[in-house]
C-alpha cells in the first residue's frame, strides 16, 4: 500500500516515479502501455525484447521497441520487470512540454487497484481492496482487454433511445468524454441520438503527433450514465479512436477507483446528478506545425470565412504568432476563459482578417 502526491496540468495525471534511486516525473495513462524516453533508456538498465507495430489514440500506427525494466518504484510500492515502450527523441512533444521521462500505463498495474482522490491530489495504491473505503452500490464490472489490460466499463447513453456502450477509462485523456466516429455511427443508426455539426479537420494529438485531417462530428448526448451519476448535457467532438473514451474530466465530480486486480470500477460522485451544458464557438482550435491554426469549422455560415490549417495569430489583442509551442500545449487555454473571441487570421495568402465570434449553445 502506498498513497502519492500527484501534479494535475491541463487534464495529465503527473506522478513521481523512482528507477535505480533517481525520481522521474511519469504521466499516469490508463489508456496506454508504459512507454518511456529514449534518453530516459540511455540513462537506466533496461533489456531489449522485440520492436512491434503500435497505433495511438487517433490510429496512427508506427513500430516501437519494447524493452524491460527490472524495477520501478512508485512510492512504496514495487513493479518488477516492466514491459516498457520506447519513445524515440523529438517524436512526441509531450515529454518534452510536460517535461517527463515516461507513462505509467494499464500493463504495469493489472494486479493493482489505483485509487484517485482529487480534492486532495492524491493517488492510492494497493493489492488489497481492504485498505480502501469502497462503496459497493457505486461499482461496475470492469474489463481488461488485450496483453495491455485497458479497462473498460460499460455506461447508458441516453437520447432519442436508450443504449450501452463500452468505453475505455483513460486517465491520459484530458476530456470527460471522447466519441469515437465508430460508435456514432451505430448509436446513428438506431436513431439515439443526432448529429448536430460536422467539419473537416483534426483537432486532437495522440502519441504519434497531430490526429489526421478527417471528418468529424457534434453531438450533444442529453444524459450519459455512470453507474449511480448522471450526466446531463453532454457536449461531444467525436474521433478516429476505435474505442470511446472517459478522461481524467471525470474527477472534476467524483473520486475515480480502478480495481485492475478484481475487475472492478468504482466512481464516487460528488453529486449525483451534474449538468455539463456548456457554450462553444463555431470552430475548434488545433496546434498544426507547431502554431494554433484552425483544427475544424463546424458552422456552415463560418466556413465562408474560416478554413482548415489557417494559422491564429491574435487573440483578443494578444499575440500568438510566437507563442511557444508547449505554452500551448501545457497553459489554460484561452478559449475556455473567453465568451467572446476577436481572432485575427493569417490566411492561405498570408494575409490577416479579423473573425469576431460568440460562444453560443448548440443548437
Known sequence: ??????????????????I?????????????????????????????????SVKDANNKEKSMDIVTIPLITVGGVSFYN????????????????????????SNMLRNSIIQILPEKQLIRITRDKKRLSLIKKNATKLSLVGDQRQPFIWLKIKGYKKANERVLIDTGMGDFYALSNEHLRILQKDSII????????????????????????RVTIPEIEIINSAFKNVLVETTNSKNSRIGTEMLAHGN??????????????????IDLEKKSYGFSPAIIDNKLAVGIVWHKD????LNYGEQIIKINGIDYSEIEVCDLITQRSRFKDNVNLEL????????????????????
Open 1 to 18: 500500500y502506498t498513497e502519492i502526491n500527484y501534479e494535475y496540468v491541463k487534464g495529465k495525471i503527473i506522478i513521481p516515479v523512482v
Open 20 to 52: 535505480e534511486d533517481k525520481t522521474y516525473r511519469f504521466i499516469l495513462d490508463t489508456g496506454a502501455p508504459n512507454i518511456i524516453s529514449s534518453a530516459l533508456k540511455k540513462r537506466i538498465k533496461t533489456n531489449y525484447q522485440k520492436s512491434i
Open 82 to 105: 516492466t514491459p516498457s515502450l520506447v519513445n524515440e527523441s523529438g517524436a512526441n512533444l509531450f515529454f518534452d512540454c510536460f517535461k517527463i521521462d515516461g507513462f505509467i500505463g
Open 194 to 217: 443526432k448529429i448536430a455539426n460536422e467539419g473537416v479537420g483534426s483537432m486532437g494529438s495522440g502519441l504519434f503527433g497531430v490526429e489526421e485531417k478527417s471528418k468529424y462530428y
Open 256 to 273: 475515480v477507483t480502478i480495481d485492475f486486480k478484481n475487475k472492478r470500477f468504482y466512481y464516487d460522485a460528488f453529486k449525483t446528478i
Open 302 to 305: 463560418l466556413k465562408k470565412e
Open 344 to 363: 485575427v487570421i493569417l490566411d492561405k495568402h498570408g494575409e490577416e482578417k479579423t473573425i469576431l465570434l460568440k460562444k453560443e449553445l448548440l443548437k
